[in-house]
């Protein structure tokens, strides 16, 4: 074993760097929260053409903290007929998933948690692990507006998993690696996988949305319905690691698989002078999609359930399949040229972003006509 | 080649970490926050109704199909990562092999959606 | 403290871990408790399979059982009355006949598990290629089959979707 950093005698520094990963690893996503809740209320206001919080501190950024202590003070009301044991076990079942996410995020060169083989798919297990908490949340609360709630929400969280790993295997196929680091080192200088498969990355930061139970998917947390879904029961800081904490962490941890696979990750100018750059480009990239991620939510109104599985399983679906046997031909095709896949990707957004729309609009105008003729 | 072992400690650390926080957050909250238990607050909510039956009356049965749906997927997903990661090696032979794996499972969505099964209600 | 001695204790816990939670699937009073001590068994399954070096395998595991398998059956069985059903599994008439069969069972098991030597260890952590190699190429057909038998799944349980559904109407 080599000498540790600093020549710390390697014995201490393993435990040591647990310690500070895990210790880093909570301060950002509590900060991380603290600091998105604010960022989320003052873009939305700004696009709203009003001030947002400006009370609490120099442009309201203690605003959140004020919240926090709130809600850490308010009295945790707990409904009698609720099933005790699976109402305090959900939130940690939702939180810890989205925790143990960040083992595998590459930062910066060697300034990986511990880069697992398998990352990409480690983090989609995760993933999958969050939907029981919601079921179990939605179950325990013994409410039929949880219960139904609960139902919807997982059933979407469940749909939007396909398309996001068909997304991640599309990538997979270019790199040739399931290791976070493998596909950040891959994407040598300015030729990003983006230019590459922009399909990929528009279903996965569709499905992302919808993972994240953010706008326009947000019906679970929609206060004109179902009053609050699964959450309604829970009261105080277990709402709150609910809905900030772990909805924030887990709009980090997607953000940061964006970046990873689409964007180069930690690379930019300058990192190979000074490995600690690759943090401030990493976080750079990563807050740029957070704020895209708060931009739509200020911007798209709200999916409505049977619309959004249309969506998921009628269009993202079976358009990912495409763009994986498209890309896997290609590549076997014409192996080292990323040209024809980049055409084929860029043809497939091209499909969405317009030949959906007017799909839609065809059938909406025969829709309309066939009523027409036959109220006649 | 980074340890196996320190790896997935890591990965349990991690997870005992998240525990161990969140029960020290919620305790503090418990320790900061009033706690008087009334006949009202002791409700289920219904929008200012009483509750009125058990919450688990019959449900409608479409949460099961897309739940089956998402296991089939699931499982052709499972698949699709070895593939993608050896996929070079296996070169067109695999190609053809996975073509037909999707192209099944395929046709099961197709007999979903025709069968209306792919619709909300 | 040698990682042969720690892989020792980790057996230890998590065998008792999978006897007990699966003890517990069906000796525990309500159905959905029993869903979930399930989803705690594929979970120290997957503990297992992390032990034995095969870390895709693992995450299979818990992204199929805990992430898809365990909501499939949370979901049926919510929709079922939760009364608590009472421990008939003790004491029941059949119970002098089980002992006799399983006591016969478990000498041949034992001859056959005493029979199994150490295989070539393999390094740990690297089961993805030789998974992919062999799936791929030796078990090729058995995978062809297994998409068929997802599809006779789904189409059967839409089958009996829609034929509950027009029962109703």
């Known amino acids: 074993m080599p000498i540790g950093p600093f020549g710390i005698d390697p014995g201490i520094w393993a435990p040591l760097r647990l310690l500070l990963a895990v210790a880093l690893t909570l301060f950002l996503v509590l900060n991380g929260a603290l600091l998105m809740i604010y960022l989320e209320r003052k873009i939305q206001a700004i696009i709203q053409d009003r001030t947002g919080p400006h009370h609490v501190g120099p442009f309201g950024l203690l605003q959140t903290f004020a919240d926090a202590i709130k809600l850490l003070s308010k009295e945790d009301v707990r409904a009698k007929a609720t099933d005790k044991a699976f109402f305090l076990m959900a939130p940690m079942i939702v939180f810890s998933p989205m925790v143990a996410s960040f083992v595998v995020l590459p930062f910066a060169p060697d300034f990986v948690g511990a880069d697992l083989n398998i990352g990409l798919l480690y983090l989609t297990t995760l993933g999958s692990m969050a939907v029981l908490g919601i079921v179990i949340a939605g179950w325990a609360s013994n409410n039929k507006y949880s219960l139904i709630g609960g139902l919807r929400s997982a059933g979407q969280l469940i749909s939007y998993e396909v398309p996001q790993i068909l997304s991640l295997v599309t990538v997979v196929l270019v790199v040739g690696s399931l290791s976070m680091v493998d596909i950040t080192r891959s994407q040598a200088g300015p030729f990003v996988n983006f230019l590459v498969l922009p399909f990929a990355f528009v279903g996965y930061f569709i499905a992302a949305l919808a993972e994240t139970n953010r706008t326009p998917f947000d019906l679970p947390e929609a206060e004109s319905e179902l009053v609050a879904g699964y959450l309604t029961e829970y009261s105080g800081m277990r709402w709150g690691t609910f809905l900030a904490l772990t909805e924030y962490g887990e709009v980090t941890v997607v953000c940061s698989i964006m970046t990873t696979l689409w964007f180069g990750g930690w690379q930019g100018p300058g990192v190979d002078a000074l490995p600690a750059l690759g943090i401030v480009w990493f976080t750079l990239k990563v807050y740029v999609f957070v704020l895209a991620f708060m931009w739509v939510r200020a911007t798209l109104p709200r999916m409505r359930i049977d619309q959004l599985m249309d969506f998921c399983w009628k269009v993202l679906i079976p358009m990912a399949l495409v763009n994986i046997l498209a890309t896997a031909v290609l590549l076997l095709a014409f192996p080292g040229n990323l040209w024809p896949i980049a055409i084929v990707n860029w043809a497939l957004v091209a499909a969405l972003v317009f030949a959906l729309p007017a799909l839609q609009k065809r059938r909406l105008r025969t829709f309309r006509e066939r009523t027409r003729l036959s109220a006649a | ?121 | ?169």
């Open chain 2, 1 to 121: 080649m980074p340890d196996y072992n320190l790896s997935y400690f890591y990965v349990f650390a991690f997870f005992v970490a998240a525990a161990i926080f969140i029960t020290l957050l919620l305790g503090l909250a418990r320790l900061i926050a009033p706690r008087k238990v009334t006949v009202e607050k002791a409700r289920t909510y219904e929008s200012g109704e009483e509750p009125v039956g058990q919450a688990w009356s019959r449900y409608p049965t479409h949460f099961y199909v897309f739940a089956l749906l998402f296991v089939v997927f699931d499982v052709e997903v499972i698949f699709l990562f070895p593939w993608a990661v050896l996929f070079r090696t296996l070169g067109w032979y695999g190609l053809v092999e996975m073509v037909i794996f999707i192209a099944i499972l395929v046709v099961g969505l197709y007999y979903a959606w025709r069968k209306k099964a792919l619709n909300w209600y």
């Open chain 3, 1 to 169: 403290m040698t990682f042969d001695f720690l892989e020792m204790v980790l057996f230890a816990i998590l065998a008792i871990a999978i006897v007990g939670a699966g003890a517990a699937v069906v000796l525990v009073g309500r159905i959905t408790s029993a869903a979930l001590f399930m989803a705690f068994t594929f979970l120290c399954m997957a503990g297992m399979f992390l032990l034995l070096g095969a870390e895709t395998i693992a995450a299979f595991q818990v992204l199929i059982y805990v992430g898809a398998i365990t909501v499939l059956i949370l979901y049926g069985v919510m929709f079922t009355p939760q009364g608590s059903r009472d421990y008939g599994l003790f004491f029941q008439k059949q119970t002098p006949w089980a002992i006799v069969f399983v006591a016969f069972l478990a000498v041949p098991v034992m001859v056959f598990a005493s029979s199994f030597q150490d295989g070539r260890p393999l390094a740990r952590g690297g089961d993805l290629v030789p998974l992919a190699t062999s799936l791929f190429g030796d078990f090729a057909y058995p995978f062809e089959v297994a998409s068929v038998l997802l599809l006779a799944a789904l189409v059967g349980a839409i089958v009996l979707v829609k034929r509950d559904d027009e029962e109703i109407r």
